[in-house]
């Protein structure tokens, strides 16, 4: 990394709980690349006063997580049709003081859908209804999945959710299974009142052929681990969090990395 200087240009991430996880990715691409940037990671005391920082300061990109994506939708001055869609943001890109919002979430649940065998006849559970639910539930539709559930406890925003992309609505899993299950809560998530948690109790899991879990850090969640454990095929949220933090470098850059570039970056991500 380069001696920070007056020409470094600045990449951040708002969290309510932020990871190493974008700042340790991003910033060994600049240096592979010999960019002259420096990406860092924050947990905002007050959203609007942040966006505002952005636009002011020239912070050239800004990735949003959890629980943000929906509420700086107001802050932006123009929505990517890949945010619009599904109302859900967690890429700013500032052009000269112009705010604009993309969703990288749903391309990387959409490529992980496409490269793993994930038959679009199989059942769905998503457990969830936030920001990476909105992603999640429309990347399935889109790949053409019919048989889909979401699970939240919040019947307006969880019936909402499942009723703009044509799929069910339940309050609670009361033990249903499916083909695929899909947790898109912070159960499990280092750092989180239930980071120990399992997101899908143990019958699910076994009747299950596929258990996909977007929590990212740690990268092997307690639900990750028990399917693993039962011998199911998995998808995790480190691979979410590798492809739409690739996506955001691209955006932020203009510059798309060689795959081995992306690799090296993706270990040394991981091995913090």
């Known amino acids: 990394m380069p001696i920070l200087n007056k020409d470094m240009t600045l990449c951040i991430s708002l969290s309510a709980r932020p990871s190493n996880n974008g700042t340790r990715f991003h910033n060994h691409l600049y240096e592979q690349l010999e960019l002259n940037w420096i990406y860092k990671a924050f947990a905002p005391t007050n959203l609007e006063q942040a966006i505002a920082g952005v636009r002011g300061l020239g912070i050239r990109g800004c990735a949003i997580s959890m629980p943000y994506k929906e509420d700086v939708i107001a802050l932006v001055d123009e929505m990517d049709p890949s945010a619009k869609a599904i109302d859900s943001v967690n890429t700013i890109v500032n052009t000269d003081g112009h705010l604009k919002a993309y ?13 793993n065998p ?12 936030g920001g990476m639910a909105k992603a999640t539930v429309a990347a399935l539709r889109d790949a ?7 699970i939240a406890r919040n019947e307006a925003t969880g019936r909402a959710l499942a009723e703009q992309y044509g799929f069910r609505w339940r309050a609670a899993l009361d033990g249903g299974t499916a083909d695929v299950i899909i947790n898109v809560t912070p159960v499990g998530m280092a750092g989180g ?5 399992l997101s899908f109790p ?15 850090l740690p990268a092997e969640t307690p639900l990750i681990r028990a399917a693993r454990a039962a011998g199911k095929p998995v ?11 690739l996506e955001q470098f691209v955006l932020y ?12 970056a993706e270990e040394f ?3 913090q």
Not at 144 to 150: A, H, Y
Not at 202 to 216: H, T
Not at 253 to 264: D, H, L
């Open 144 to 150: 053409g999945f019919t048989d889909v559930t979401v």
């Open 202 to 216: 143990a019958e699910a899991i076994d009747a299950a052929r596929l258990v996909f879990d977007v929590v990212a």
């Open 253 to 264: 850059t203009g510059v798309r990395p060689s795959p081995g570039q992306v690799r090296a």
């Open 193 to 197: 009142a239930e980071s120990d948690a």
């Open 235 to 245: 998808i995790t949220g480190a691979e979410v969090a590798t492809i739409q933090a």
């Open 269 to 271: 991500m991981r091995a």
């Open 118 to 129: 994930v038959p679009t006849g199989y059942s769905v559970l998503v457990q969830g209804a």
């Open 103 to 115: 969703n990288t979430d749903y391309t990387a649940i959409e490529q992980l859908l496409a490269t």
